[in-house]
């Protein structure tokens, strides 16, 4: 993050008014991880053939909110979407591009569990036109996929790798470190041979135990210690140098690639960008507006054959809301935000600028590698 000029590091393609970013939700997973505090539900059945006529019929929704606009992304996330059947994929695909139109060289991503039974349908996924996918490895070690709660072991996991890396033009994979007891040796070796893969993008995770989770009732118990705060800040360090070194630096706090291969549909997040969300428990925001879906599936279709889309709550924010929301998002990426004083407390900027935790040129402010462990904390400070 060090050597910056001026000018925000480009993105993959440019963002305009016209452009749109989409957000796809599917709720289910096979089991629900301890660490997870996203909205994911297991359930038994699932009738896809609702499933699919309800999701084409929120996006119908929000294509009549955001006309004249085009998609330069789309982003199937979870739960589990790549227990998606792949013609609905397709369907959902074909829809968006008959609302909206694609841009040149729009990224379609999926996210996917790297089972043996999910990596049979890679070909199909792409066929469908699905041309990134993440695959939540989240460990190189058995134990450590134990601990986590995942379904997978490491050799399974490589293999849907290797499968993935077949089907997809890019791949992006998660890790999670700074678990109980994992030493910058362990993490350091993981690291390594998670580079050594060739994927053009990592999702590197702190362990966090979030509220409401299996690690959280663990945690209140003395059942599960976390990584002491040190420790783990000395494995971030260790992971903006190994992963700098090889050529995938932190484009955010927690995303590293090679330049032009950041996720596009994140991108759009961290800059504030408009985009859409569908499906259940997704939060969307255009026209000056955020949208929330229902969380739980069952109302969230309840809500669709009510209202015709699934939203439950639709609030326009205010300039000066919208301006930390930025602020917060923004600081999050390496290359800053455009410098305004809107929403900045001046003195503080100065003063933690003067300790070396931001920098300001004429027209970005950004986190120094240092501010990055500090963010929360630097935030609380800042805005005003």
């Not at 890679?122 to 134990?146: E, I, K, P």
């Not at 678990?179 to 893969?197: I, K, M, N, V, Y």
């Not at 955020?290 to 639709?314: D, F, M, S, Y």
Request: aromatic fraction near 8%.
């Amino acid at each position: 993050m060090a050597g910056h000029n001026d000018s925000p590091t480009p993105g993959p393609t440019p963002e305009g008014k016209g452009s749109l970013a989409l957000y796809v939700h599917w709720p289910f997973c096979v089991s629900k991880c301890p660490y997870c505090d996203f909205n994911s539900h297991v359930r038994e059945t699932i009738d896809q053939e609702a499933w699919r006529a309800a999701l084409l019929a929120d996006f119908a929704h929000e294509a009549r909110e955001t006309a004249g606009r085009r998609l330069t992304s789309i982003f199937f996330g979870g739960g589990t979407p790549s227990l998606m059947p792949p013609a609905t994929v397709a369907a959902l695909i074909e829809a968006a591009e008959t609302h909206w139109g694609f841009a040149p060289g729009i990224e379609i991503t999926l996210e996917a569990n790297p089972s043996s039974v999910e990596a049979a349908r890679f070909a199909d996924l792409a066929a469908a036109g699905v041309n990134r996918v993440s695959l939540g490895l989240q460990a190189l070690d058995d134990d450590a996929l134990r601990f986590l709660g995942r379904a997978h072991d490491v050799s399974e996991g490589l293999m849907a790798l290797g499968t993935a890396q077949s089907a997809f033009d890019r791949v992006s994979f998660d890790l999670i470190y700074a678990l109980p007891g994992q030493s910058e040796a362990a993490w350091a070796a993981d690291l390594r041979q998670a580079l050594s893969f060739g994927t053009g993008h990592l999702s590197l995770y702190q362990l966090t135990i979030e509220p409401g989770t299996r690690f959280a009732t663990l945690a209140a118990r003395g059942d599960l210690v976390p990584a002491d705060p040190d420790e783990a800040a000395s494995l971030y360090e260790l992971t903006q140098e190994l992963t700098a070194a090889a050529g995938l630096p932190a484009y955010e706090i927690s995303n590293h690639a090679r330049r032009g291969e950041e996720s596009r549909h994140n991108l759009s997040y961290w800059r504030y960008d408009s985009y859409a969300g569908v499906g259940p428990g997704a939060h969307g925001r255009r026209g000056g507006c955020a949208t929330q879906r229902h969380k739980k599936p069952e109302n969230w279709l309840a809500a669709i054959a009510r209202n015709g889309h699934g939203i439950v709550e639709e609030t326009a924010v205010p300039p000066q809301d919208a301006r930390i929301e930025q602020l917060l998002m923004g600081l999050r990426l390496a290359e800053g935000i455009e410098f305004s004083s809107d929403g900045l407390d001046l003195a503080a900027v100065g003063r933690l600028e003067g300790q070396g935790l931001l920098e300001r040129t004429r027209n970005r402010l950004r986190a120094t590698p240092r501010g990055m462990l500090l963010l929360d904390a630097i935030l609380a400070e800042i805005v005003s």
